[in-house]
């Protein structure tokens, strides 16, 4: 079989829909491309806490005769009104990132479409979750030729295309409602903090200054290059094998813009760092960023977009109920006043052109 053969089969198992679901050798059967009457097949569950996901299974099929065993991830994605989950329409779209050179990413053998759930099959990988802000060089060339392969693939040919990647757009009303991306809704949140201490006072009115800002960062943002977000750049998505990076879990996927990896790495080092330690990160990240930034976009476009989107995220995090006990719990009051103030500041330049 040539390649272009080949690569139409893949698709083909990438584009299936069953109006119910037969048993795990047959879907199996389907996504490997040949029967398995010679294989004994394991399941074992996988940790999984996202939205919708019914189940993540792992699958060792053993060759009866020779001892070979292949292993699987499978993962149901329960569905809202009949609707797809994004995930399976990212991995639909084939070997987008085939050509990847700095993350890996494990092979999807198919995808199988039923009424009520999607079910997403891939290579299993093995390998030891880094720590993040130790490969903050890695990250950077990764999210840049990310953002390159999916910006040239985000150029679609037909109107079905272009109609499936506005569904999957950031932009979209039904994913910018969520909590997550409307930082206001926590600001009561700040009355759990001692009333009497002067580094707090005023502090709720002052974030609340930055929504202006926010709007005209998005609004300037949604004007920007797209590209294909992973969105969620925690150490759990990531193993390290032999210097070699997996990077796995496309559950938050999204048709971005160019730059809110960034973003979306960076908020997670500010969660788990301190100011001095963030800050060196930062610098190494950015430093391996734009020098891995293909020239077709502008840098500064870039570095807006990912202060818009750190932002964001870190907003939400850090005026989470949750959050403010945490510190109060632990006696941190005095870095999460820092982190506060580095917030305000970054905010109050997030609308400058």
Known sequence: MNTESKNQEILGRNNVFWWSQPSLKKRLSHVLGHALDDYSITTSDMDSNASFVNYVHHHRLTHRQTGVTLDVVEKSIRKLLGISSLESRFHREGSVLANSTHFQHPQCLGVIETPWESLIFTRFVRGKAPRMGKIATQIGQGIAEIENLTNLHLRPENWQQRYRFWEMDFFRPWYLLRWRFNFVRYLPSLSELPTDDARFQGLKERLSGLQPALN??????????????????????????????????????????????????????????????????????????????????????????????????????????????????????????????????????????
């Open 216 to 353: 005209l960062a998005k609004n300037r943002a949604n004007n920007s290059p797209r590209c294909f977000c992973h969105m969620d750049y925690l150490a759990k998505n990531f193993f390290s094998s032999h210097g070699r990076f997996q990077m796995i879990d496309w559950s938050e996927v999204k048709v971005g813009r160019v730059g809110f990896d960034g973003g979306a790495y960076l908020s997670a080092i500010f969660r788990q760092e301190d100011m001095a330690r963030f800050t060196r990160i930062r610098m190494y990240f950015l430093r391996s960023y734009i020098a891995a930034l293909d020239e077709r976009f502008d840098p500064q476009i870039a570095l807006h977009n990912m202060d818009y989107f750190f932002l964001q995220n870190s907003l939400w995090h850090f005026l989470r109920p949750k959050t403010i006990a945490d510190y109060q719990q632990r006696g941190k009051l005095d870095l999460l006043h820092e982190k506060y103030e580095y917030l305000l500041e970054k905010g109050a330049l997030a609308g400058d052109a």
